[in-house]
């Protein structure tokens, strides 16, 4: 076998290789006798059809499948030899001549760039430092009273929080304009769920009441007809609601799997879980971090095919998100978000290959109990990471990213940064 190889521009690669004409033809005449045994043709007995009719009928199928064979394990050794590392499936051209005893093909692909890797000496990566408060804890309750919340009719004016039941129709330049209109609709004034301006217009009106509300849609509203244009709403209040707030007694409890009734034990409860999401946010921060310093350490050049595929699925995803379709999204959209997740990975294994690092059994169950902690019945969560491993290998890479970020945290610089519970789990940056 005769191996050539030619560099492109950047990772471009095209590699030629020569197949031995003696072992190819020595395969095909091989499998031509495989064939001659069960062969069953006209005139013959099963068995005893001579080989100048079996190469007749089926030499071209059979060299075209010894080709393939060939092709597929020469190109493994070939890249092997020549020490390359396609970064995806190769593009093949035959260049084949029977009569010249010629087998050749050439393979245009590209390779995975070569990383010099550089660890995070001199980056300064800020840790957070927090704890959850006994205010932090009050305020989580009444979150959750909130969100268990009820609404009675009250006879008086609306105010800031109230649910108002309203019918309204919307017009533009004295038109009505379409979806500017609706029936016996629910709106919690400062809720931010309509148009701007139109729910603090509402504000001091009673059930009975007709109101015009003047607003003005954004200039980046969803309905390009609409966006930046001013508009009239006709309402009408049909009925106003406060909000009754649950009080945290044993069914509030109940609900949230404290069943002893025990408020000490409740607090304790959420108190629990606070300090979980906590220290997955600070982990989240400092990962984030750790993960853009490296790939600022270490610019590389992409092989476009894996971004390419990189692009495709993350198009998927967005469509199955909606629920499919056959949308037609650009790929301009996802191209920022695909070149960072390859850059990653191709410096993440670098650095795991570098250091040889694996998790340990211990960390990857540790890992799943945590993600298991969240659910009401933990055990059933665990059991089903475990029963699949595919399921499995989707915490394992956790882990190992988290081995990584161990890693790199060792040669950078960290600095305690003080912060607070709000801060770190309202901030809504506190990972990518």
């Known amino acids: 076998m005769q191996v050539t190889v030619e560099d492109g521009e950047g990772l471009a690669r095209r590699m030629t290789v020569e197949l031995p004409a003696d072992d190819v033809e020595q395969q095909v005449d091989r499998k031509l006798r495989d064939v001659a045994r069960q062969a069953r043709l006209p005139g013959f007995r099963p068995g005893k059809v001579p080989m100048r009719v079996l190469r007749q009928r089926f030499g071209e199928s059979v060299r075209g499948e010894v080709l393939g064979e060939m092709v597929q394990t020469s190109f493994s050794q070939a890249v092997a030899e020549q020490e390359l590392r396609p970064a995806g499936r190769p593009q093949i051209e035959p260049d084949i001549d029977i009569a010249g005893r010629r ?8 390779v995975l760039p070569e990383i010099e890797l550089k660890d995070l000496s001199g980056e300064r990566i800020a840790r957070p430092v927090a704890e959850v408060t006994d205010a932090d804890v009050d305020r989580m309750i009444e979150r959750l009273r909130e969100q268990r919340r009820t609404f009675a009719d009250v006879d008086r004016a609306a105010q800031d929080g109230d ?16 979806g500017g209109s609706g ?13 701007p301006g139109f729910e603090s217009q509402l504000e001091g009106a009673a059930a009975g009441e007709e109101r015009t509300v003047d607003v003005t849609f954004p200039e980046d509203y969803h309905n390009k007809d609409l966006a930046g244009r001013a508009a009239q709403f006709q309402v009408s209040v049909e009925a106003v609601a406060a909000p009754q707030l649950p009080d945290v007694d044993a069914d509030f409890m109940a609900a949230f799997g404290v069943d002893d009734g025990v408020l000490e034990s409740f607090r304790a409860d959420v108190r629990s879980n606070m300090e979980r999401e906590l220290r997955q946010r600070i982990e989240a921060k400092v990962k984030s971090q750790v993960m853009d310093a490296l790939l600022e350490a270490n610019p590389l050049v992409l092989p476009a095919v894996l971004v390419s595929e990189e692009i495709g699925a993350l198009k998927q995803q967005t469509l199955d998100s909606v629920g499919g379709g056959n949308v037609d999204l650009p790929d301009e959209l996802f191209a920022e978000s695909a070149e960072r997740r390859v850059k990653l990975g191709l410096v993440i294994a670098e650095v795991v290959k570098q250091h040889d690092l694996r998790p340990s059994p211990e960390r990857v169950r540790a890992l799943v109990e945590e993600l298991a902690a969240t659910y009401e019945r933990p ?23 988290e081995l990584v970020v161990e890693r790199m945290l060792a040669t950078a610089s960290v600095e305690d940064e003080a912060s607070t519970f709000a801060a770190l789990t309202e901030s809504g940056d506190a990972s990518r």
């Open 183 to 195: 029936e016996h609709r629910q709106l919690v004034l400062g809720s931010g769920s309509f148009i």
């Open 163 to 178: 649910r108002v039941t309203l019918s309204f129709v919307g017009s533009i330049d004295g038109e009505p304009f379409e």
């Open 103 to 110: 087998y050749a093909y050439t393979a245009k692909f590209e």
């Open 379 to 401: 055990e059933d969560v665990i059991n089903y990471y475990y029963a699949d491993p595919q399921r499995l290998s989707s915490v394992e890479a956790l882990a190992l990213e």
